[in-house]
C-alpha cells in the first residue's frame, strides 16, 4: 500500500483546508481508512474514520462538527474536510488504513500509514 496525503499548509483561523489521500496501489478499498494527526511534542492522536463503503463515520470529539470525512473507492482517495479550524489543529495529518472493514480510532490497530502533511492553522 502507498497512501499519498496531499492539501496540506497554512490557514487563518477559522478557515477552511481540504486534504486528500490517494492510495496508488489500490489495496485499501475494502479496508476503512481515517486521519489522525500529531501536534508538537503531543502523540499522534484519531481525528476521523471511515468505513470501507463509507457507510460509516467516526470523529473525535475535538472536530465533530467541524470536519467531514469521505471517500471515493472508484479513485481510490479519501478525503478530509475541515473548517472552522482553530490553533489546536495545528499538526501533522496522517492518513491510514484500518486492518478491518470499520475505522479504527486505534493507532495500534492501523495497517499502512501515509507519509503526513503539515496543517498550521494561526490565529
Known amino acids: 500500500v502507498q497512501l499519498q496525503a496531499s492539501g496540506g499548509g497554512s490557514v487563518l483561523a477559522g478557515g477552511s483546508m481540504r486534504l486528500s489521500c490517494a492510495d496508488s496501489r489500490r489495496t485499501a478499498s475494502n479496508n476503512g481508512m481515517g486521519w489522525f494527526r500529531q501536534a508538537p511534542g503531543k502523540e499522534r492522536e484519531f481525528v476521523a474514520g471511515?468505513?470501507?463503503?463509507?457507510?460509516?463515520?467516526v470523529y473525535a470529539v475535538s472536530v465533530k462538527g467541524r470536519f467531514s470525512i469521505s471517500r471515493d473507492r472508484a479513485k481510490n482517495m479519501v478525503y478530509l474536510q475541515m473548517d472552522g479550524l482553530n490553533a489546536e489543529d495545528t499538526g501533522i495529518y496522517y492518513c491510514?488504513?484500518?486492518?478491518?472493514?470499520?475505522?479504527?480510532?486505534?493507532?495500534?490497530?492501523?495497517?499502512?500509514w501515509g507519509q503526513g502533511t503539515l496543517v498550521t492553522v494561526s490565529s
Open positions: 471511515i468505513s470501507w463503503n463509507g457507510g460509516n463515520t
Open positions: 491510514a488504513v484500518s486492518r478491518s472493514a470499520v475505522a479504527t480510532t486505534l493507532s495500534s490497530l492501523v495497517a499502512y
